[in-house]
């Protein structure tokens, strides 16, 4: 089955810890992203990347961190700096036709502070 | 800074009724706008896209309208069953930049 597979489905993070989460696709996108969704909030973009080994700051990077070693795999950190990381977080990646882009979503890991 | 404006509040309807949802916009000119179902504990799944130059775009229960000068797009599902029921999320897209999206509406379908 191709699609974004995330992991895990729930963690827990202790103060001061910082945790990662998983991303793999495997629907040969070159685009990545990863949202941030709150109660009653729309999504909002942590970090995107649009190639292997490149990335970009999205609306709310402060506190966590990206890696894009692989085309197939973009995990995402919470770092300790992240002073309120209680969210869902969801994984997606795209296709662009025309300049029209079309979003294909993980499951996503809710993420909770002990 | 744009902003998109979905019911806050949920839509309880009576199974077999039309829902109609709504997506108002300000400060963007959207080029593509598009329409997610997210299920409880899910991510979510693409449904539909209508460009600027398109009044309404169908497909089986579902019909959408896209208002340029109202700045304002409407989901239609006709016959609604409760298998229906879940988030459904608006998206204003533009070339270059990244999707903008709306908080959501629940829509709930009762038997």
């Known amino acids: 089955d191709g699609g974004i597979t995330q992991s895990p489905k729930y963690l827990f993070r202790k103060e001061g810890q910082n945790v990662t989460l998983s991303c793999e696709q495997n629907?040969?996108?070159?685009?990545m992203y990863w949202y941030r969704q709150d109660p009653g909030q729309g999504l909002r973009l942590i970090y995107y990347s649009q190639i292997v080994n490149d990335f970009q700051k999205g609306d709310i990077a402060e506190g966590y961190s990206v890696s894009r070693e692989k085309k197939e795999s973009f995990p995402l950190t919470v770092t300790s700096a992240q002073k309120n990381p209680t969210a869902f977080y969801l994984c997606?990646?795209?296709?662009?036709?025309?300049?029209?882009?079309?979003?294909?979503f993980g499951s996503g890991t809710q993420l909770s502070v002990l | 800074s744009q902003k998109i404006e979905q019911n806050s509040e949920a839509l309880n309807i009576q199974e077999g009724k039309t829902a109609t949802l709504t997506c108002n916009y300000t400060n963007y000119s959207p080029a593509y706008l598009q329409w997610y179902r997210q299920d409880p504990g899910r991510g979510p799944v693409f449904l539909l896209l209508i460009r600027e130059n398109e009044k309404e775009k169908r497909k089986e229960r579902l019909k959408v309208t896209f208002d340029t000068t109202l700045k304002q797009s409407l989901f239609h599902i006709t016959a609604s069953q409760p298998a229906d029921s879940a988030t459904y999320l608006c998206a204003l897209g533009r070339r270059g930049n990244k999707l903008v999206f709306g908080a959501g509406t629940i829509l709930r379908v009762k038997s």
């Open positions: 997606a990646s795209s296709i662009n036709r025309d300049g029209e882009e079309k979003l294909f």
């Open positions: 629907l040969n996108h070159d685009a």
